[in-house]
């Protein structure tokens, strides 16, 4: 089994903020997050039977779509779930040859499918379901946050985000460091009360979810907007824990 690396406090927790108010569920993020690392640092991500009955293959984001409230108050809630890079990473431990491990730089959790055997016991250990696997390969594969993207210093700063953060249409997505409190991600997360997601598990997923906001609390306190999140947050978990 693999130990887990000591935090450094000084250094980077990067991750994404995404907003439940914002996204549209239009799958832009998930179709350029396939587009850009099929030809990345993830290798070919397979389509399986695409013209078939049954089509499948490795995508890095999936979205969902819930309806949420009942009669006029109901609304649709498009939830985009990919790997969360937790604090203290489940997939990371039980990995019997040390393929999954997390970066003490930034936190990002990653693959080495060099060493990866295809046991999928991450993909059993994960609770939200974020680990692919690749029949073809035969191995294991999962969000990067674009590694090849947001370091590679031949694009100009402004590109330096996530494939999915640069696609979305309604700038639902955010990325950059938890650790600062004055980026972006730490201040949606301070206004809007970003919560993450299955806490009591323990495992500190690094990435929030916005809450989405109803019209009759829009002017009430942020500590309400986030107990109304939160009761949607629970109910998307006991959907994916199914």
């Known amino acids: 089994m693999t130990s887990l690396p000591t935090p450094d406090p000084a250094a980077k927790k990067l991750g994404l903020v995404i907003d439940l108010?914002?996204?549209?569920?239009?799958?832009?993020?998930?179709?350029n997050c396939k587009e850009w690392n099929t030809g990345g640092h993830a290798a070919p991500l397979p389509d399986y039977d695409p013209y078939g009955k049954e089509p499948d293959g490795?995508?890095?984001?999936?979205i969902h779509s819930y309806e949420a409230g009942c009669g006029e108050a109901s609304r649709t809630v498009n939830f985009p779930r990919?790997?969360?890079h937790c604090e203290n990473p489940q997939c990371v431990t039980v990995c019997p040859t040390g393929a999954s491990y997390k970066r003490v730089e930034d936190g990002i959790v990653l693959?080495?499918?060099?060493?990866?055997?295809?046991?999928?016991l991450c993909s059993w250990a994960c609770p939200y379901g974020a680990r692919e696997f690749d029949e073809l390969a035969g191995v294991m594969k999962k969000c990067t946050l674009c590694i090849d993207?947001?370091?590679?210093?031949?694009l100009p700063a402004e590109e330096r985000e996530p494939a999915c953060v640069a696609t979305c249409p309604s700038?639902?997505?955010?990325?950059?460091d938890f650790n600062d409190p004055e980026?972006?991600?730490?201040k949606l997360v301070a206004q809007r009360g970003g919560v993450?997601?299955?806490p009591e598990l323990g495992y500190k997923p690094v990435n929030r979810y916005l809450p989405p906001r109803q019209a009759q609390i829009q002017t009430a306190p942020r500590e309400r907007a986030a107990e109304g999140g939160n009761k949607l947050l629970r109910l998307l978990d006991k959907v994916l824990s199914r």
Not at 21 to 31: I, L, Q, R, S
Not at 58 to 62: D, E, K, L, P, T
Not at 111 to 120: L, N, P, Q, S, T
Not at 183 to 186: A, C, L, P, W, Y
């Open 21 to 31: 108010d914002t996204c549209v569920g239009c799958h832009a993020c998930a179709v």
């Open 183 to 186: 980026s972006k991600v730490s």
């Open 196 to 198: 993450e997601l299955m």
């Open 58 to 62: 490795v995508w890095f984001n999936r």
């Open 171 to 176: 700038r639902a997505r955010h990325f950059g």
């Open 111 to 120: 693959v080495d499918m060099d060493k990866c055997i295809g046991c999928k």
């Open 82 to 84: 990919s790997c969360l």
């Open 149 to 154: 993207r947001i370091y590679n210093e031949t």
